[in-house]
C-alpha cells in the first residue's frame, strides 16, 4: 500500500528552433523607466520546493540549515503555514507558489496514504500553482494524473473517511509529452488574475535530465524536452494574450555554490551561480521577468542577465519546509514587473515557530490513520546513524542500508551491494532508547525499490566505480554507498575516470578479478542505469525483485538487533581517500 520511485533517458522538443539572442551586457530596461512615473502595484510570491511530502519537520542533520547565522532545525508545515500567514499579513496581491518535488520520496505519513496528506495539507497551506519534479513521477504519469485529476488508489483504494478529489492547485509540465507528441502531459501554463486585476502568467517545467533521475520502468513512454525553447513558446504564447508579467517555476538547481549563506553575486550578476540553472536563466525568453527554481534543496538568491541584458532574479529556498522565499516587486501601468523592484528574502522556519491551529489537525488527522503502521518498533541503535544529512561521502546510514541489502540478496548467492545516495532520504536518528520505528524506516528508504542481484563483471565493476566521477558525475562526484564486502581508494586531486585507483579495488580484502563474476545486488533504479551508472543499464540477465529496499532494512534490523544488542554506525574506511601525486 505503499509507493515506489523512478528514471530514464530522452531526446529534444518536437519545436521548431528559436533563435535566442545571446548574452549581452547589462543594459538600462526602458519599460522601468517609461513606468516610473505610473502607479504601480505591488505584488508578493511565497515560494517553496522540494517538500517531499514531509509534513513534519525532519529529524537530524537533513533537517538543519545555516542562513547567515547559526545553524537551526528547522520545517513542519504547520509552523511554515503560521509564517506565511505572518508573512502574508497586510499585503493585498500574494500568491503561494512551488518548483517541484512536492510529493515522492515522502515520509510514512503521506506515503501510506499515496501522498493524498501532501496534496491536502498544500491545499491548506494556499498553494496556486507548482512545476512538477522528477519525483512526481516515482509511481509513473498515470498515478501522477490521479493526482492531479482525483480518485481513488486503483489498487488500495481509497484512504480511511476520505473521497480523493485531485489538486485544487495548478501542477505544470510544459516540456514533458508521451513519446512522439508534442501536447504537453499536463497544463503548460497558467495564468492567476491577482484581486487588483492584474495577470501573472506561470510556466511551469522540470529539468530535462530528469529521466537520469527517474525509475526507468515509471517514464518509457514519456519525453523530457530541452528547457529554453519550451519557455520560449509558452513566454510568446503569454504575451500574445497580453500578460507581460511572467515568472517561470523550474524543477532545475544548482548544487554547490549561491547559497544563502554567501553573496551570490559577489563579482558580477550570479558569480556564484553555476550548473544549467545557470545557463537557462541567461537564455529564456526575455519576457520571463524571474525564476523559481528547485531540484538542488539549497537556498539562494541571485541575478543573472537575460538575452537582452536585463536584470532577472534566480531563486531557491530549503527541501523539507526548511524555508521559503519572500518574493516582491512591482508591476507597472502596462501590467509588467518592474525588475528593479524585484527582490528576495529567504525566510527559515524554525522547529520552534508556533504551529498553525488548522494545519496542525489537518496533519494529526493524517498521522492518527497511519499510527497503527508507523509506531511498530522493528530494531535498535546505539548512536545517530546520519545519511541523509552527512557531507562524508561514504555514510553510516549508507554503508548500513549496502549492509541490509547485500544481506537480503544472500539466498541469490550475493556478493555485495551497491546503493545511490539519493535512495536514502534522511537520517536514523537514535531517540527512545534507541528504538527504531516502521515510520522511521520508511522514511529512510521511502521508495520501496525491488531489489534485483546482477551478474557483474569485474571489469564492469571497476567501470561502475569510475563512472562516480564520469559523464553526467564528472562535476559533482555521486560517491555509492558499499556493503561491507568492497573496498578501493580514490584520489581526487585527479580527474575524471583517473579518481579511481583501479588497483586497490577488492571484495573481501581480494584484488577484484576483471574476468571474474560478482553477483552485485542493486536497487531498480541503480539496476536500470540511474545517476549515470550506464554499465549496469546494459546488464539484462537478473535475479529477485521479490524483496524491496525497504523490506530488507527492516528484516536486518530484525534479525540483527536487539534492545540489548543495538547496531552500532558502521566504522568508516570502505573508502579510502589519497594523494599520490
Known sequence: MINRFVRRAVPAFALVPLLLAGPAAAQPDLREANSAAGARTPVQLLALNDLHG????????????????????????????????????????????????????????????????????????????????????????????????????????????????????????????????????????????????????????ITKEAPSAINAAKIRDLEFHDEVPVIERYSRELTRQGVNAQVVLLHEGEAVSGQAGANCDEGGPGTKLGGRIKKIAEQAAPAVDLIVSGHSHNSYECTVNDPNGHRRLVTQADSFSRSFTDLRFDLDRAR????????????????????????????????????????????????????????????????????????????????????????????????????????????????????????????????????????????????????????????????????LLADTVKINGQPVVPDATYKVVLNEFLANGGNGFTVFGTITNREGGDVTDLAALVDYLDATTSPNAPAAPPAPGRITFVTTH
Not at 117 to 141: M, R
Open 54 to 205: 514531509n509534513l513534519l519537520p525532519v529529524d537530524g542533520a537533513a533537517g538543519r540549515i545555516s542562513h547567515r547565522g547559526p545553524t537551526i532545525q528547522a520545517g513542519g508545515l504547520a509552523q511554515m503555514a503560521t509564517l506565511l500567514d505572518q508573512a502574508r499579513s497586510g499585503v493585498t496581491n500574494t500568491l503561494t507558489v512551488g518548483a517541484g518535488d512536492m510529493i515522492g520520496g515522502s515520509p510514512l505519513l503521506s506515503a501510506l496514504f499515496h501522498d493524498e496528506p501532501t496534496i491536502d495539507a498544500l491545499e491548506e497551506l494556499g498553494l496556486s500553482v507548482s512545476s512538477v519534479g522528477n519525483h512526481e513521477f516515482d509511481e509513473g504519469q498515470a498515478e501522477l494524473r490521479r493526482i492531479v485529476d482525483g480518485g481513488c488508489h486503483p489498487d488500495d483504494g481509497c484512504a480511511p473517511d476520505t473521497q480523493y478529489k485531485g489538486a485544487s492547485f495548478a501542477y505544470l509540465a510544459a516540456n514533458v509529452t508521451e513519446r512522439g507528441s508534442t501536447k504537453p502531459l499536463l497544463k503548460p501554463y497558467t495564468i492567476k488574475t491577482l484581486p487588483s486585476g492584474q495577470r501573472i502568467g506561470f510556466i511551469g517545467l
Open 336 to 499: 509588467d514587473v518592474v525588475r528593479s523592484t524585484v527582490k528576495a528574502q529567504h525566510r527559515p522556519v524554525p522547529v520552534e515557530t508556533a504551529q498553525q491551529p488548522a494545519m496542525a489537525k489537518l496533519i494529526e488527522t493524517w498521522r492518527t490513520r497511519s499510527d497503527a503502521v508507523a509506531n511498530r518498533v522493528v530494531g535498535h541503535i546505539s548512536a545517530d546513524m546520519p545519511g541523509r544529512g552527512s557531507p562524508l561521502p561514504e555514510t553510516p546510514l549508507g554503508s548500513f542500508l549496502a549492509d541490509a541489502q547485500v544481506a537480503a540478496g544472500k539466498e541469490h548467492g550475493a556478493d555485495l551491494a551497491l546503493m545511490n545516495p539519493g535512495g536514502m532520504r534522511a537520517d536514523l536518528v537514535f531517540h527512545d532508547a534507541g528504538a527504531v520505528t516502521y515510520a522511521d524506516a520508511y522514511r529512510v528508504q521511502p521508495f520501496e525499490s525491488p531489489l534485483y542481484v546482477l551478474p557483474v563483471t569485474g571489469a564492469q565493476l571497476i567501470t561502475a566505480l569510475q563512472q562516480q566521477f564520469t559523464g553526467e558525475n564528472e562535476e559533482s562526484p555521486c560517491f555509492l554507498q558499499l556493503s561491507k564486502e568492497l573496498s578501493y581508494s580514490v584520489d581526487m586531486s585527479r580527474t575524471g575516470a583517473d579518481r
